[in-house]
């Protein structure tokens, strides 16, 4: 079974700053998904990622995916208020058709 | 743009209890999922298709049934709701499992089993 692990789980930073989320999973994939869910709301997508060395940018996001190192991160540049949710990763299986998320990254931005 | 319908919104059941969530999509996608979602462990995937007539368990199946009669519909029974069984349930449909799309999640279903 594929298992998807994020860090942090919890972030606080200040607006303007920049960071760093990072999810790693267990077993070779070529499918990489990130989310964003605002608090008693759905999931939204943020990016997919289907290839190694794949980078997408929007707004003061950005994700890349490594997959060698089975290893995504989602950078946050110039932080601000509007981006406090939880993002998730979630990842394909190359066995299967199912899908597995981190445990999400809850981002609270601090004026 | 509808895009992926749940209801009902909220449910609480008494334990013992069956009922079944609805999900509805109108954008011809072949594939949909169930997932929970309950405190640290993201969501789960209970069962998915990939077409109509095909279903298939994902990490979390017991204690749950689906079908998939047509694309647009794939409804989730609780056979008998557990207190276990209390979670955030959502719908997500894709065009293909493999395709350059994201899944499209629907707004969930609280549910409550007392």
């Known amino acids: 079974e594929l298992k998807v692990e994020q860090n942090p789980l919890f972030l606080s930073m200040q607006e303007g700053k920049n960071y760093t989320i990072y999810c790693n999973y267990s077993t070779t994939s070529d499918r990489l998904y990130w989310y964003r869910q605002d608090p008693g709301k759905s999931l939204e997508s943020l990016f997919v990622l289907l290839s190694n060395g794949a980078v997408k940018q929007e707004g003061r996001l950005m994700a890349s995916l490594d997959t060698k190192a089975r290893l995504s991160t989602l950078h946050i540049t110039a932080a601000v208020h509007d981006l406090s949710a939880t993002y998730f990763c979630?990842?394909?299986?190359?066995?299967?058709?199912?899908?597995?998320f981190g445990t999400g990254t809850s981002l609270t931005v601090i004026p | 743009n509808a895009g992926v319908t749940q209801t009902p919104k909220f449910q609480v059941l008494k334990t013992g209890q069956s009922m079944t969530l609805q999900c509805a999509q109108d954008m011809n996608h072949e594939y949909m999922s169930w997932y929970r979602q309950d405190p640290g462990m993201g969501l789960r995937l209970i069962h998915y298709?990939?077409?109509?007539?095909?279903?298939d368990q994902g990490e979390v199946p017991n204690g749950y049934n689906v079908s998939r009669s047509t694309t647009e519909d794939f409804p989730l029974r609780l056979l008998s709701a557990a207190p276990s069984q209390t979670s955030v349930y959502f719908c997500?449909?894709?065009?293909?499992?493999?395709?350059?799309?994201?899944?499209?999640f629907g707004d969930g279903t609280r549910l409550s089993i007392l």
């Open positions: 997500a449909s894709m065009v293909r499992a493999y395709s350059n799309q994201p899944q499209h």
């Open positions: 298709s990939v077409g109509a007539g095909i279903t």
């Open positions: 979630a990842v394909g299986s190359n066995t299967g058709n199912q899908f597995y």
